[in-house]
């Protein structure tokens, strides 16, 4: 069974904050992505690596960052949090040929 | 760019049947697919379907797509309290990492 999993399920956070978001895969997949789930908007992509030290940016990737040590691990960073990040953050994987992505549980994140 | 659409609520009594629609824009589309969200969880693939086919049958779900008006469906019959989610309509271009998500259609499902 492939498992995704992320650090935490819920966290709350203060403005200015700097908030790490770790995901890891346990089936030595090629690709992970970084979303953002908000009502009305569906999931929105905010980085994207497809190996290790490699990444590109999605759709909205300001004001974020992210970190690919290890093929099993994709870190999301917030190096300032701000109110409007707080949000549902999904993280997924895939191989490169494949067509289908796992995804994790999911973090909320709450910015105060 | 690319765009995918679905309406946002569906409530069905139980035991009849329900169906998702979603639109693409995209034509060079080549996977579609539809995902299920528990409350609290993440994503769950539900079916998926090639863009060169029409249908798709799995149990109790049954995949449409209108290739010409870029029009796809879910179908769940005989539906149980426990398909109460939110469902997800995503399309992938072959050769592209780009998954493309609607914003998801809350399904009710009624006793």
Redesign the interface.
């Given at each position: 069974d492939v498992k995704?999993t992320q650090s935490s399920?819920y966290l709350v956070k203060r403005t200015g904050e700097k908030v790490f978001l770790e995901c890891v895969q346990d089936m030595d997949h090629e690709?992970m992505?970084w979303?953002r789930q908000d009502p009305?908007?569906?999931?929105?992509?905010i980085y994207?690596s497809?190996d290790v030290k490699m990444k590109?940016k999605?759709d909205i990737p300001e004001g974020y960052s992210v970190s690919r040590e290890k093929k099993e691990r994709f870190s999301l960073i917030l190096e300032s949090a701000s109110t409007n990040q707080t949000s549902m953050y999904?993280c997924?994987s895939s191989f490169h040929t494949s067509?289908?992505?796992?995804?994790?549980?999911?973090t909320r994140l709450t910015v105060t | 760019g690319e765009d995918v659409e679905q309406s946002l609520f569906l409530s069905v009594r139980e035991g009849d049947s329900s169906v998702i629609n979603c639109t693409y824009t995209d034509s060079s589309s080549t996977y579609l697919y539809w995902y299920k969200q528990e409350p609290g969880a993440g994503l769950q693939l539900l079916t998926y379907i090639f863009s060169n086919m029409d249908m798709k049958q799995d149990q109790r779900l049954t995949v449409l797509l209108n290739k010409k008006d870029k029009h796809l469906s879910l179908r769940i019959a005989d539906t149980q309290t426990g398909d109460s989610a939110i469902y997800f309509c995503a399309e992938k271009t072959s050769g592209t990492y780009k998954y493309i998500f609607g914003t998801g259609t809350r399904l009710k499902v009624l006793a």
């Open positions: 995704v399920r690709n992505f979303y009305g908007l569906g999931l929105r992509l994207f497809y590109e999605g999904l997924a067509y289908e992505q796992y995804f994790g549980p999911g | -």
